[in-house]
């Protein structure tokens, strides 16, 4: 028998009602916010970064295709990495839809990692993935605060989610085959737990007007929340997120052989 809260139907209706009113709260609260983000001043970007992309060698402002704006994905996957990061990959797998309807909305979505190209290409094809996908050098990821050296790492140097981190604490003999979240996850990925750190996720957007690039907004760690659509809906399942047993997801061709 459950022990979760039971009542009848008038009961159930009345709690509804009472929630409704603290959604549509929120759901003015996330409007002002968007209204917010876009009132943001803008900042001129004045270097002239290089990708590796399907169709060659690009600028930041070859990546917005004709159109006026441009988001991108900064997906966790390094230069020696044997793979993408789980997480990002799980967030990712939301993009395939939706990136077309962006496309055909003026807004061009590109996930930009440090992996060489035909890395990432490699695992594109493993994951059924169609978005486009920029290989990009470190200036560009540290620019935008996701990529960091271990000079930082160890000076206590990094700046992530606007504010200053503690000096990364090493573990010898842990990395990569520890038990947390973090060592798993760098053992997925083929590294050890120090440099699966040197790269985080992040969300920068873009603006292309008059032939100038301005950045527009970078949100990162939990202001990536939104991002992730298996969460939106397990928000609204049952159990919610359930996560009281820890990080539960993997890359989605993975869940068999677990």
Do not use: I
């Not at 759901?27 to 990708?51: H, I, N, Q, S």
């Not at 402002?61 to 441009?70: A, I, K, N």
């Not at 200053?164 to 737990?193: H, I, K, L, Q, S």
């Not at 992730?228 to 061709?253: F, I, M």
């Amino acid at each position: 028998m459950t022990t979760h809260a039971t009542g009848t139907r008038q009961e159930w209706l009345a709690a509804r009602l009472e929630l409704l009113q603290a959604e549509k709260e929120l759901t003015r609260r996330a409007d002002e916010l968007a209204r917010r983000r876009r009132e943001l001043p803008w900042l001129r970007v004045g270097k002239a970064y290089r990708f590796d992309t399907d169709e060659g060698e690009a600028s930041l402002e070859d990546l917005f295709r004709g159109r006026s704006q441009l988001l991108v994905y900064h997906f966790m996957f390094g230069p020696e990495w044997a793979a993408g990061c789980p997480s990002c990959s799980m967030l990712a797998d939301g993009f395939n839809g939706f990136h077309v309807h962006l496309a055909n909305h003026d807004v061009m979505l590109w996930a930009v990692s440090r992996a060489p190209l035909p890395k990432l290409r490699d695992y594109k094809r493993r994951m059924g993935w169609s978005f486009p996908w920029a290989s990009s050098g470190d200036d560009f990821g540290s620019d935008f605060n996701v990529v960091f050296t271990e000079e930082q790492q160890r000076g206590g140097g990094v700046e992530y989610n606007y504010r200053r981190e503690p000096v990364f604490e090493w573990r010898p003999g842990r990395e990569g085959g520890g038990a947390d979240a973090e060592d798993r996850f760098a053992a997925m990925c083929g590294t050890d737990r120090a440099s699966f750190h040197r790269d985080r996720p992040g969300l920068s957007a873009f603006a292309l007007e008059d032939g100038v690039v301005y950045h527009t907004y970078s949100a990162y760690s939990r202001g990536l929340d939104g991002l992730w659509g298996a969460y939106q809906w397990l928000d609204r399942a049952p159990k919610g997120r359930n996560e009281t047993g820890g990080v539960w997801w993997r890359r989605r061709d993975e869940y068999a052989a677990a």
